[in-house]
């Protein structure tokens, strides 16, 4: 699928790490969150980021310190495993810089209640069901017409666009322990 945007408008930055743990049952653990209602990506399930402000000296430092203020996790508790490819979202206009990352997992999450309406935290194996994983046909107003997406089911939401695109490629190197979580 091409991007809708159109490619004159100049892109937002954006960093994000994509958290990834052990979890007590020895499978890799992955966690997401989902945005509240409100908002451009409003109730979508996303890794933890934002949009790169003067303050931030480089992309990474604007992943962190998204992920601490979304859901207070400290640079302490982050391993960057590997800077991923960057990717633009299709029709928001962000191009989004993700960091692979280890985490040591916190005793409760810390959830800034105004960006974030929930903590997920998925077993990467319960996702390689084949049940887990689909695809519908939808139409967002600002499509030119109807594209087919292809999702994780993560228990009652959908996973898809940009998290989808950033998890996909990822997801079997995950499963067959390319990096050590």
Same mark, same amino acid.
């Given at each position: 699928?091409?991007?809708?945007?159109?490619?004159?408008?100049?892109?937002?930055?954006?960093?994000?790490?994509?958290?990834?743990?052990?979890?007590?049952?020895?499978?890799?653990?992955?966690?997401?969150?989902?945005?509240?209602?409100?908002?451009?990506?409003?109730?979508?399930?996303?890794?933890?980021?934002?949009?790169?402000?003067?303050?931030?000296?480089?992309?990474?430092?604007?992943?962190?310190?998204?992920?601490?203020?979304?859901?207070?996790?400290?640079?302490?508790?982050?391993?960057?495993?590997?800077?991923?490819?960057?990717?633009?979202? &299709?029709?928001?206009?962000? *191009? %989004?810089?993700?960091? !692979?990352?280890?985490?040591?997992?916190?005793? #409760? /999450?810390?959830?800034?209640?105004?960006?974030?309406?929930?903590?997920?935290?998925?077993?990467?194996?319960?996702?390689?069901?084949?049940?887990?994983?689909?695809?519908?046909?939808?139409?967002?107003?600002?499509?030119?017409?109807?594209?087919?997406?292809?999702?994780?089911?993560?228990?009652?939401?959908?996973? &898809?666009?940009?998290?989808? *695109? %950033?998890?996909?490629? !990822?997801?079997?190197?995950?499963?067959?322990? #390319? /990096?050590?979580?």
């Amino acid at each position: 699928m091409s991007m809708v945007q159109d490619p004159r408008d100049e892109l937002v930055e954006a960093g994000a790490i994509v958290p990834v743990y052990r979890r007590d049952d020895g499978h890799p653990g992955l966690v997401v969150v989902r945005r509240t209602p409100w908002g451009i990506h409003g109730g979508q399930l996303a890794f933890p980021g934002g949009k790169r402000e003067s303050g931030d000296r480089t992309i990474l430092d604007t992943a962190l310190r998204e992920t601490w203020e979304e859901i207070g996790l400290s640079r302490e508790s982050v391993t960057v495993l590997e800077p991923l490819p960057p990717l633009e979202t &299709w029709t928001t206009g962000f *191009r %989004i810089h993700p960091f !692979l990352a280890r985490i040591i997992h916190p005793h #409760e /999450w810390r959830r800034n209640d105004r960006e974030i309406a929930e903590v997920l935290e998925v077993d990467l194996q319960d996702l390689a069901r084949p049940e887990a994983q689909g695809e519908e046909t939808i139409r967002f107003p600002s499509w030119p017409k109807p594209y087919t997406i292809h999702y994780y089911q993560v228990g009652r939401y959908k996973l &898809w666009g940009a998290t989808y *695109r %950033i998890l996909e490629p !990822l997801f079997p190197r995950l499963l067959a322990g #390319e /990096w050590e979580i």
